[in-house]
């Protein structure tokens, strides 16, 4: 591993190297280092908060990723593979979905995991319809199947995450469903996200709309924030499923929503989510106050693009 004298030396040699033009990232309100994942460029980057490009890799299929304590940051490499990448772009760690744990010749395809103690990591495949707990040498510790209404090895989850009541909080894209499973795989809460009176329409921009929610955390009040996916949205649900406080698609002056999706309640209250696929003119991640008062927002066309899912403000 890596020293942090090394990592900083490292990632200014790389700064030092990158061109004036790469200058692109627009913020407004205070400056963050931003980590983000664009699969329609095929980068991912951390921007410093002077715009700048910290560290890249190249990316392909990708909805999710995870800055480690180590320096180290765990994503895909499309839809199958998993791998911890060091600041050097060596890899430290990988798991190949498509050919582990009896999914051989299976459609398989991995929108979620996540680092847990222990050294485990949560794996969540489509497909299969399941969540592992997998160890270094990728043996499987714990195995939950999951409740698929509209089974789709593409859609079957967005992104999922495992909380502090060692449950898992799953958003089934193709279900419109958030469903919270215990760790037998019973369904112990869950909430079908509502098309509010309006029609489906197809696409991702913002001519689109449906309920294929992308994302959901679980709120120290016991709520679930949601992102709202091609609902263009961001909802706050009660555990008795009301809706307390939402964002929808027009209420940010200036602002277009597209798909969702990740979602974030920061300790001041305010709420920060992304903002894929609504075009140039609009912001690809966003804060608000909950009076719903825009205070922050991340605009990066040149090195990012319109299929950005992966949006995460480094501290």
Known sequence: MLTRALRLASLAACCAALPV?????EQTGAKHRVLGADDSTGRLAIIAADGSVEWETKVSAIHDAWPLP?????LQQGWNKIVEMKPDH????EYDAAKMNGNEGKHVEVHAFQPLDK???MIVESGPSRIIEVDREGKIHSEVHLKVQHPSAHSDTRLARK????????AHESDGFVREYDAKGNVVWEFEVPLFGKERKGGHGPEAFGNSLFSATRLPNGNTLIGGGNGHCVLEVTPKKEI????EQNDLP???LAWVTRVERLPNGNTRFGNCHAGEANPQF???????QVVWTFKDWKNFGNSMPVQIVLK
């Open 254 to 256: 200036g602002i277009t």
């Open 286 to 292: 966003i804060e608000v106050t909950q009076e719903k």
């Open 244 to 247: 307390v406080w939402k964002i």
């Open 90 to 93: 060596s890899i430290a760690w």
């Open 163 to 170: 909380i502090r009541n060692g449950n898992y909080l799953v």
């Open 21 to 25: 033009a790469l200058l692109h990232a």
């Open 70 to 74: 180590n320096g180290n940051i765990l």
């Open 119 to 121: 050294g485990l990591v």
